[in-house]
Antibody
Framework: QLQLQESGPGLVKPSETLSLTCTVS??????????WGWIRQPPGKGLEWIGSIYYSGSTYYNPSLKSRVTISVDTSKNQFSLKLSSVTAADTAVYYCASPRFLEGMDVWGKGTTVTVSS | QSALTQPASVSGSPGQSITISCTGTSSDVGSYNLVSWYQQHPGKAPKLMIYEGSKRPSGVSNRFSGSKSGNTASLTISGLQAEDEADYYC???????????FGGGTKLTVL
């Protein structure tokens, strides 16, 4: 059974780069079934899709965040990562990794990790 | 502002049925039968309830159903139970440039 676990710093300073990793267990990061992705949720607000990466390496980003986002895969560690540059307080959120499938939706999610942007 | 529009809140009594709407455009909901719905309890990760507009994942109660008409998708919950009280989000594929967009979420209160 596929499981995902986010990890990374819980506190990031303004203007710096937020870096998170999602470790995949119970399945291969190289699977053609998934568009490994990141979704965030600011405090008290709704969900926002950040971006996804396909096993081929193709990336897809939310147009509103595209200039600051990089998603990559490390097949040797069965992990994928998120980098969000030039963060501000507006980037404070719970960050989830998920395994979206094109037809079947986002059926597996990590538990989420809280990232606060503050000096 | 979210790409998909949902009512901020809905409510119903136990045993009743409620419907949550999700209005998009001809570029997302209207063009693809790829709307999914998620249930989120406080402090928890979202849970997939409906995919491809009307299909239920294994283990999801048949009290949950989905449909679509034009640019609006809907989630109906029948036989409301206390445990259904949660936030619900719709999500639609929106083409190769935007990919996925979420609704703003709807808080369901079971009276």
């Amino acid at each position: 059974q596929l499981q995902l676990q986010e990890s990374g710093p819980g506190l990031v300073k303004p203007s710096e780069t937020l870096s998170l990793t999602c470790t995949v267990s119970g399945g291969s990061i190289s699977s053609s079934s998934y568009y490994w992705g990141w979704i965030r949720q600011p405090p008290g607000k709704g969900l926002e899709w950040i971006g996804s990466i396909y096993y081929s390496g193709s990336t897809y980003y939310n147009p509103s965040l595209k200039s600051r986002v990089t998603i990559s895969v490390d097949t040797s560690k069965n992990q994928f990562s998120l980098k969000l540059s030039s963060v501000t307080a507006a980037d404070t959120a719970v960050y989830y990794c998920a395994s979206p499938r094109f037809l079947e939706g986002m059926d597996v999610w990590g538990k989420g990790t809280t990232v606060t942007v503050s000096s | 502002q979210s790409a998909l529009t949902q009512p901020a809140s809905v409510s119903g009594s136990p045993g009743q049925s409620i419907t949550i709407s999700c209005t998009g455009t001809s570029s997302d909901v209207g063009s693809y039968n790829l709307v999914s719905w998620y249930q989120q309890h406080p402090g928890k990760a979202p849970k997939l309830m409906i995919y491809e507009g009307s299909k239920r994942p294994s283990g999801v109660s048949n009290r949950f159903s989905g449909s679509k008409s034009g640019n609006t998708a809907s989630l109906t919950i029948s036989g409301l139970q206390a445990e259904d009280e949660a936030d619900y989000y719709c999500c639609s594929y929106a083409g190769s440039s935007t990919f996925w967009v979420f609704g703003g979420g709807t808080k369901l209160t079971v009276l």
